[in-house]
């Protein structure tokens, strides 16, 4: 609208639409912003939950292992966790378990720390080997040849007994091929 004194002078703003504009880009911007932000939280919360990794998982009772102390392998069950999926009772290693005279247990991985093959227990010799590369081990879990290429002893795992009968493991995989026990 022009001015009345001044035919050829640009109109006045209307005061009543500026406050609707200001509004309107305020809240287009906000909407902009928000749902975009939205969908990244949304995409990466599961990325942000904590691992259920190193908890114990129920493996045995003490009734399937020998008094004997000869040592039995157990799979080792537990719910694996990745990104967006929860999968119960997913095999994620196994462990051989060794009732010792006090009723405790040992448990150890049954993957060898040299090139991460799987060990065998030797009933007659009462070892455990690794059929790769002839590592051989106590039933204490240490190396007894002297040749062996392992860098370190058998990997031991965390038991604890609850309710007086359940073994309990809290299972855990290691770097292979070091002398440093690096969770893996």
């Given at each position: 609208?022009?001015?009345?004194?001044?035919?050829?002078?640009?109109?006045?703003?209307?005061?009543?639409?500026?406050?609707?504009?200001?509004?309107?880009?305020?809240?287009?911007?906000?909407?902009?912003?928000?749902?975009?932000?939205?969908?990244?939280?949304?995409?990466?919360?599961?990325?942000?939950?904590?691992?259920?990794?190193?908890?114990a998982?129920?493996?045995?009772?003490?009734?399937?292992?020998?008094?004997?102390?000869?040592?039995r392998?157990?799979p080792?069950?537990?719910?694996?966790?990745?990104?967006?999926?929860?999968?119960?009772?997913?095999?994620?290693?196994?462990?051989?378990?060794?009732?010792?005279?006090?009723?405790s247990?040992?448990?150890?991985?049954?993957?060898?720390?040299?090139?991460?093959?799987?060990?065998?227990?030797?009933?007659?010799?009462?070892?455990?080997?690794?059929?790769?590369?002839?590592?051989?081990?106590?039933l204490?879990?240490?190396?007894?040849?002297?040749?062996?290429?392992?860098?370190?002893?058998?990997?031991?795992?965390?038991v604890?007994?609850?309710?007086g009968?359940?073994?309990?493991?809290?299972?855990?995989?290691?770097?292979?091929?070091v002398?440093?026990?690096?969770?893996?």
């Amino acid at each position: 609208m022009a001015h009345k004194d001044c035919p050829h002078c640009p109109p006045k703003p209307d005061r009543r639409n500026f406050l609707t504009k200001v509004a309107a880009i305020v809240i287009g911007g906000l909407t902009a912003v928000a749902v975009p932000l939205a969908g990244v939280f949304v995409l990466f919360d599961p990325l942000r939950r904590k691992s259920e990794a190193g908890e114990a998982v129920l493996v045995a009772t003490l009734n399937a292992l020998p008094e004997d102390g000869e040592p039995r392998k157990f799979p080792v069950l537990a719910t694996r966790v990745d990104a967006w999926n929860r999968t119960p009772n997913v095999p994620v290693g196994a462990v051989y378990l060794q009732r010792l005279k006090d009723n405790s247990v040992r448990a150890f991985n049954v993957v060898c720390p040299h090139a991460g093959c799987f060990v065998d227990y030797r009933a007659k010799e009462k070892c455990y080997l690794c059929p790769c590369h002839n590592s051989r081990f106590g039933l204490d879990g240490k190396i007894v040849t002297k040749k062996s290429p392992s860098p370190r002893g058998l990997d031991d795992q965390a038991v604890e007994i609850r309710n007086g009968t359940e073994v309990w493991v809290t299972f855990q995989n290691y770097r292979a091929g070091v002398h440093n026990r690096i969770p893996v």
